[in-house]
T-cell receptor, first 115, second 113 residues
């Protein structure tokens, strides 16, 4: 199974809502990532979890809160978002730092619209 | 700070043509380089990964080369097909853990039947 799944596929939320994005992989990968991608732009790294610990936080606003409950699951909790946060949110996974640098496997993304 | 550029930004070719996509990066101290494909509104699919010690990688009709000293990589697609239409992104690995990639803006490819 070389698949990364993301739910929901689409999400529309108001600026006062609280919602969560979910990402799951069953490849035994120990590194998981959140990226944000605006239309016609490349993905921008937001967070990296390595062995369930947050290893990279690219100065993301606190209205985005990541969580890694276990090695297979990654969540992104959203609260008080702004319309400019509307984007495609991509999750990815890779083997982990104690392996040779390898490819990242991406999920299909969650299309988020903030009204 | 590593910067990655891709030329051309968009490309339209008739089916069957061979084509080359270009990727340039400003800092030659990279650990690896990947080429990804992205269909509209979808996630990324890894096509080829070249480690810093390698010069090229091949997969089917795809061949990617890497010249670290000049800060360049090319993706060669042979005998293009309409199904190859997508955006192609190169990403430069900037850490030894394979966790931090800097992406280029992509090349939007259209292969016309």
């Amino acid at each position: 199974d070389t698949e990364v799944t993301q739910t929901p596929k689409h999400l529309v939320m108001g600026m006062t809502n609280k919602k969560s994005l979910k990402c799951e992989q069953h490849m035994g990968h120990r590194a998981m990532y959140w990226y944000k991608q605006k239309a016609k732009k490349p993905p921008e790294l937001m967070f990296v979890y390595s062995y369930e610990k947050l290893s990279i936080n690219e100065s993301v606003p606190s209205r985005f809160s990541p969580e890694c409950p276990n090695s297979s699951l990654l969540n992104l909790h959203l609260h008080a978002l702004q319309p400019e946060d509307s984007a495609l949110y991509l999750c990815a996974s890779s083997q982990g730092w104690d392996y040779p640098p390898d490819t990242q496997y991406f999920g299909p993304g969650t299309r988020l619209t903030v009204l | 700070k590593q910067e990655v550029t891709q030329i051309p930004a968009a490309l339209s070719v008739p089916e069957g043509e061979n084509l080359v996509l270009n990727c340039s990066f400003t800092d030659s101290a990279i650990y690896n380089l990947q080429w990804f494909r992205q269909d509209p509104g979808k996630g990324l699919t890894s096509l080829l990964l070249i480690q810093s010690s390698q010069r090229e990688q091949t997969s089917g009709r795809l061949n990617a080369s890497l010249d670290k000293s000049s800060g360049r990589s090319t993706l060669y697609i042979a005998a293009s097909q309409p199904g190859d239409s997508a955006t192609y992104l190169c990403a430069v690995g900037t850490d030894n853990y394979g966790q931090n990639f800097v992406f280029g803006p992509g090349t939007r490819l259209s292969v016309l039947p």
